[in-house]
DNA sequence: AAGCCTGTGGCAAGCGGTTGCCAAAAGTTG
DNA sequence: CAACTTTTGGCAACCGCTTGCCACAGGCTT
């Protein structure tokens, strides 16, 4: 009892005399000053406890009117911004959210990355980006590493097993974009149709020998593309070329071209643009005409399709939407609301954009 | 004294019968297992104070190597991460830098996002990411608001005024990026040698009339451009065109594209990319011949301007770079070094990349 | 007017670390 | 072997905020 009258009377000088005390306590002027204001010195200001303010700022409907303007002014006068950290050490939470991205690079990701900030800032919760680096290891270890400091995780295009997720799941709320799970909720592009609608485009213009240029093997979606691609290809009895894997990056392009044009496929349909774009330009590059002597499909419709040359015909897919759905779906996990069951699964509609780098197949 | 030995004895029992306790303790028997281990069960585990525990972490070579290994040997047995919000209480650091771009749309900036994600993860550093929307008011809201949530900030073409920008640095480390600052370090893009160049290569190609289409009125590094423009094609003493300003965007380049032709000018060079690849679009649809009837000079060389049609002669730099410069600037501010001052200025060297939007003027 | 609510706001105990200070232990030296 | 120095590691006081609990004041009821 002895020591908290003391400690009381100085938060209590502090506040009061804070300039006078400044002269000999610190050697700049400033010093003092500058030092954020804390919720103590709101407290001080306003003339309550800091449990008051905390409550003011928090629940306003739980204290008195006018002890609540008096507060806000203080407030507001000190210029006070509550510390985050300190929120979150009681709270237990941090009131941001990590997005893992396989590769930053890659502009398909910034639509997810650009509709999840829309949404997230909507929320007054922080985005902290990851780039995993397409590989399983780093995403593991930011899961991880990262437990303590966001509240939930959005997956862009997963690497880890279904085991590995179902862990992870286990412990830390998170949702999954293109990356079927039963463990967590997901937002999937709907490429088994986009898949269908690609061939169906491909054959009304009287191809007959179509081929599939594949992504990363650990990508559930390439898996998934490859899949539809040749059930459905096999039905309509076309002649079915898989060639790959390839880095879903422009610069592979260039061998995915060649080895394209030796399948004597007149159409593709490629993993994604990135990699459909490097195509173009190789094609181009050998004097293969697009689309005279060769189609080519590619997906998701990232930025630079429309005016590549010759514009890709591409799967488009509303992704920055995807990119809000999935933060909503997450903050759904993260404040549970009475009743309704939060949303396990999200399917994004897809739609052919056909644009000129697809046409009639040769003779 | 009274109260210690009951403390003490009690987070003992803790440690030697958690199990035991929990049947009792918690309804479920996960709940307390599940529950992220803190510093106080590492502690236990290895049989030595938090502050140990602590200081094995932070500083190694402080505690003796035996008890150093029987700590990190609890710590991995728990999967202990210490909480970086209990970190930074104390600290008063955060170990995060935020990241304001004006716009996330942008692929200019995703070099410059990328290039500082790079930098930060090297350092352990998170980063936050946020889109400020061309606005000067979002802007100071995030700097502000965020000034407890982020050890340092990266002002990508700050659109604030000299006055905000001074204000700020006062109390805030950050660096700014392509907006010159006398109060706080920058990064810039050499941007006068730049449009000389590109002066240059329109002048050698025969060009006489030439026009600069501007972007935003507030961005520093447009008005820039646009001055060392006017110097230069006034030196050189060619006929001199100005339009815009026009938001630096692809959709903007239809009305920039036939606003440029109006001028007569032969020869254009463009605020950036963004802009150029729009006015190329619209070009082509008008029956505009790029280069043959008029020659386009974009800026940044961003994504997709080596593949648009035609590819865009555009002015280079390294922007992935400046991105992890700035960060090194800022990571030097935050720990300054004993001794050496930190750099408060990089320029980043630029070239023209010469592509096929420009050409021999017509006649 | 006594007895009850109810609304309001203070107290103090955390949340999970860090760190200055100090005592005990270990190592050195003459 | 005593005296002294250096390590080593524990204690406890924070860091800034939240929140359960409780006391008190004022308005109501009867």
Redesign the pocket.
Same mark, same amino acid.
Request: with cysteine.
């Given at each position: 009892m002895a020591?908290?009258p003391a !400690? @009381?009377e100085r938060s209590t000088a502090m506040a009061d005399q804070g300039a006078a005390e400044t002269a000999k306590g610190a050697p700049t002027r400033d010093a003092r000053p500058d $030092?954020? +204001?804390?919720? $103590? #010195? =709101? &407290?001080a200001l306003a003339? =309550?406890? *800091? /449990? *008051?303010? /905390?409550? &003011?700022? &928090?629940?306003p #409907? $739980?204290?008195? +009117?006018? *002890?609540?303007v008096r507060i806000e002014e203080a407030a507001a006068e000190l210029n006070? =911004?509550? /510390?985050s950290?300190?929120?979150g050490? /009681? !709270?237990?939470r941090t009131n941001a959210v990590a997005v893992l991205v396989p590769d930053i690079t890659n502009p398909f990701y910034f639509d997810i990355i650009r509709g999840a900030q829309h949404q997230l800032k909507a929320a007054g919760v922080t985005q902290l980006l990851v780039d995993t680096e397409e590989s399983s290891e780093m995403e593991l270890d930011a899961l991880h590493k990262m437990r @303590?400091s966001a509240d939930g995780f959005i997956l862009a295009a997963s690497r880890l097993t279904d085991a590995q997720l179902a862990e992870v799941s286990r412990t830390q709320p998170l949702v999954t974009f293109n990356r079927a799970s039963t463990s967590a909720p997901t937002v999937m592009i709907d490429t088994p149709s986009a898949i269908i609608q690609a061939l169906e485009h491909l054959a009304s213009l009287g191809h007959h020998k179509v081929c599939y240029v594949a992504g990363p093997p650990t990508s559930w979606s390439n898996q998934m593309r490859w899949k539809v691609f040749e059930e459905d290809a096999t039905r309509r009895g076309m002649e079915v070329h898989r060639i790959g894997p390839y880095t879903p990056k422009t610069t592979s392009g260039a061998a995915a071209a060649d080895a394209a044009v030796r399948t004597g496929a007149t159409g593709c349909i490629v993993f994604n643009d990135l990699l459909a774009i490097g195509m173009l330009q190789r094609l181009q590059a050998r004097g293969i005409r697009v689309p005279a002597d060769m189609s080519i499909i590619g997906s998701d419709d990232i930025f630079g399709a429309d005016f590549c040359n010759p514009p890709l015909t591409t799967i488009s897919s509303p992704i920055e939407q995807a990119g809000r759905v999935a933060v909503s779906m997450l903050l759904a996990q993260l404040n549970p609301l009475s009743g309704s069951a939060s949303r396990q699964l999200a399917v994004m509609p897809t739609h052919l954009t056909i644009r000129e780098s697809t046409g009639p197949a040769p003779q």
């Amino acid at each position: 009892m002895a020591v908290r009258p003391a !400690s @009381k009377e100085r938060s209590t000088a502090m506040a009061d005399q804070g300039a006078a005390e400044t002269a000999k306590g610190a050697p700049t002027r400033d010093a003092r000053p500058d $030092r954020p +204001p804390t919720i $103590r #010195d =709101v &407290a001080a200001l306003a003339g =309550v406890a *800091t /449990s *008051t303010v /905390s409550r &003011a700022l &928090a629940r306003p #409907d $739980r204290v008195n +009117p006018r *002890t609540r303007v008096r507060i806000e002014e203080a407030a507001a006068e000190l210029n006070y =911004v509550p /510390s985050s950290q300190a929120r979150g050490l /009681s !709270s237990g939470r941090t009131n941001a959210v990590a997005v893992l991205v396989p590769d930053i690079t890659n502009p398909f990701y910034f639509d997810i990355i650009r509709g999840a900030q829309h949404q997230l800032k909507a929320a007054g919760v922080t985005q902290l980006l990851v780039d995993t680096e397409e590989s399983s290891e780093m995403e593991l270890d930011a899961l991880h590493k990262m437990r @303590k400091s966001a509240d939930g995780f959005i997956l862009a295009a997963s690497r880890l097993t279904d085991a590995q997720l179902a862990e992870v799941s286990r412990t830390q709320p998170l949702v999954t974009f293109n990356r079927a799970s039963t463990s967590a909720p997901t937002v999937m592009i709907d490429t088994p149709s986009a898949i269908i609608q690609a061939l169906e485009h491909l054959a009304s213009l009287g191809h007959h020998k179509v081929c599939y240029v594949a992504g990363p093997p650990t990508s559930w979606s390439n898996q998934m593309r490859w899949k539809v691609f040749e059930e459905d290809a096999t039905r309509r009895g076309m002649e079915v070329h898989r060639i790959g894997p390839y880095t879903p990056k422009t610069t592979s392009g260039a061998a995915a071209a060649d080895a394209a044009v030796r399948t004597g496929a007149t159409g593709c349909i490629v993993f994604n643009d990135l990699l459909a774009i490097g195509m173009l330009q190789r094609l181009q590059a050998r004097g293969i005409r697009v689309p005279a002597d060769m189609s080519i499909i590619g997906s998701d419709d990232i930025f630079g399709a429309d005016f590549c040359n010759p514009p890709l015909t591409t799967i488009s897919s509303p992704i920055e939407q995807a990119g809000r759905v999935a933060v909503s779906m997450l903050l759904a996990q993260l404040n549970p609301l009475s009743g309704s069951a939060s949303r396990q699964l999200a399917v994004m509609p897809t739609h052919l954009t056909i644009r000129e780098s697809t046409g009639p197949a040769p003779q």
